[in-house]
């Protein structure tokens, strides 16, 4: 994918004073306008670097990752679905390569969410935010938007001029072309969506031919409309004023943070570079390297200036750093003016002292340790886990049966939690009642007396109503503990739940 370069350092104006007032972030020119808010609209203009490299890389990566998954097979045995990542909420069940998520299991997805947070919480703590700039969807999404804009509608000053043109056939052939191409991306983007929830050639099938179903319509229709408002109109509002992680990252970040830095100490003061000046005149003049091009707030996706120091507004994609080189390589300066670099490295610099990268440091090992205990738990949990589960109700109304020979019996709905995927028999007992005499509604193949032998097919939950009665010689009044085992008889795999046992 290859992206044209747009050199307008040449032909910029001469910069006007910043306004009073105006907020750091914001252009200092003002070509347009959003339509739903009162803010400079952004034209980012395009830039060629090894950020811009790397950015390319990330999204490609990532949008790969997305479209391909739902069509990646895993043989799971017959009856089972063979998509390596799908969530089935008709079955209730969720799958990832070998593992098999049950709705009792939702405590794995809360670890997942833990290992996310604190993901992100440590590369803040390293990089600042490159996870906003480089993985977060809305970045992702948007940049694919912004390309899709320049190849249509042409570089930023081109831009800016169609902008403010009046409507002809020849604008509103670009806008439709545009705006089309969006939604394309963004019906795509919707359609790969309820993939993940659906077996995905059976589901290309029925869109095929027109014949979903109007929940999957809908969900299509949700995604594809929110990426075509948020990657094409909302764009950098969402990162300033919708996301809540612009707020929580300065409680992430350090001095030792790398972070998009301008080295103030080198490129102040800014003035505009004339051709009949020599750098020492400009050194003696008390001008520093920066010239004062603005192509570093022409290239950033969110219109900061980084010359103005850390800002909320800006989501640490390294744009301006390219831009900033280009420029630097064209007039003859060291690079870097614009770098990822420390606080406590810019100070160094400063005070003539060597720089220094402290990667372990409090914040780093906490967070590390923490992501360290929830995988392990997470793993150990997976190795460990059960294929058997067993839960038991007591029927409630009556509490118990007082039969016409002096015995009592109590009912129970017990259910087999079967996770294997091959059929399995479960000798049941009751542990706590001597004598006990079990019965299964409506199934005499189970048998019958201190025991019953129960099937649960593979990969599902048998649900039995079961009587336990008790003679009137060992009939204990009042409420006795119980325990309902089942065990599997090929495997020997053991399940137990805790009951009572009511009696007058």
């Known amino acids: 994918m290859s992206l044209p370069q747009e050199n307008t350092l040449s032909r910029q104006p001469t910069p006007a004073a910043k306004p009073a007032g105006q907020p750091h972030g914001a252009p200092h020119e003002e070509p347009g306008r959003h339509w739903f808010i009162d803010r400079p609209k952004v034209y980012a203009a395009d830039v060629r670097g090894t950020f811009r490299r790397i950015k390319w890389a990330a999204l490609i ?12 097979r895993w043989e799971r045995g017959p009856g089972i679905p063979d998509q390596a990542v799908l969530v089935d909420m008709v079955g209730r069940r969720a799958y990832f390569l070998w593992i098999e998520i049950w709705p009792q299991e939702v405590y794995y997805l809360t670890g997942l969410l833990i290992l996310g947070t604190f993901g992100i919480f440590f590369a803040t703590t390293l990089a600042g935010r490159i996870w906003c700039g480089y993985a977060c969807p809305q970045t992702v999404w948007t940049d694919l938007f912004m390309w899709v804009e320049r190849k249509i509608e042409g570089p930023r000053t081109t831009r800016i001029r169609l902008d403010k043109a009046p409507m002809t056939g020849a604008k509103i052939a670009r806008k439709t072309a545009k705006h089309a191409a969006w939604l394309g991306i ?3 983007t919707g359609g790969a969506w309820v993939f993940y929830f659906n077996d995905a050639p059976t589901l290309l099938g029925e869109l095929l031919h027109g014949e979903i179903t109007s929940g999957v319509a809908t969900f299509i229709a949700l995604f594809t409309f929110t990426t075509y408002f948020f990657a094409g109109w909302a764009r950098e509002q969402i990162c300033i004023y919708v996301c809540p992680w612009r707020s929580f990252q300065s409680a992430m970040v350090d001095e030792d943070t790398f972070l998009v830095t301008y080295e103030d100490w080198r490129g102040e003061g800014r003035a505009p570079l004339r051709k009949s000046q020599s750098w020492e005149d400009r050194q003696a003049a008390g001008l520093g390297d920066c010239i004062d091009c603005k192509q570093c707030v022409h290239v950033c996706p969110t219109g900061t200036d980084i010359r103005e120091g850390q800002q909320i507004s800006c989501i640490g994609c390294g744009l301006c750093v390219d831009a900033c080189n280009d420029v630097m390589t064209q007039i003859g300066r060291p690079l870097d003016l614009v770098r990822f670099d420390t606080q406590s490295n810019q100070i160094a610099k400063i005070d003539g002292k060597p720089e220094r990268v402290k990667l372990v440091r ?8 923490i992501m360290l ?48 995927h091959i059929a399995r028999d479960y000798a049941v007992t009751v542990d ?10 409506g199934d005499e193949k189970a048998g019958g007396g201190a025991n019953l032998t129960l099937r649960a097919a593979a990969d599902s939950v048998a649900t039995y109503r079961v009587f336990v009665k008790m003679p009137a010689a060992a009939v204990k009044s009042g409420s006795t503990d119980v325990a309902v085992v089942a065990k599997d008889q090929g495997s020997g795999e053991v399940g137990r739940h805790v009951s009572v046992f009511m009696a007058p």
């Not at 990566?61 to 990646?72: F, R």
């Not at 706590?432 to 509604?441: D, F, Q």
């Open 432 to 441: 706590g009642l001597p004598g006990a005499h079990l019965s299964v509604v």
């Open 186 to 188: 963004s019906l795509l």
């Open 61 to 72: 990566a990532l949008l790969a990752i997305y479209y391909v998954t739902p069509w990646i």
């Open 362 to 369: 409090p914040r780093t090992v906490i967070y590390s340790m």
């Open 373 to 420: 205990v929830v995988a392990c738990a997470m793993a150990i949990a997976l190795i460990l886990r059960p294929t058997l589960d067993v839960s038991v109700l007591r029927d409630r109304a009556p509490l118990f049966v007082a039969l016409s020979d002096g015995s009592v019996q109590n009912a129970y709905t017990i259910k087999i939690l079967n996770k294997t």
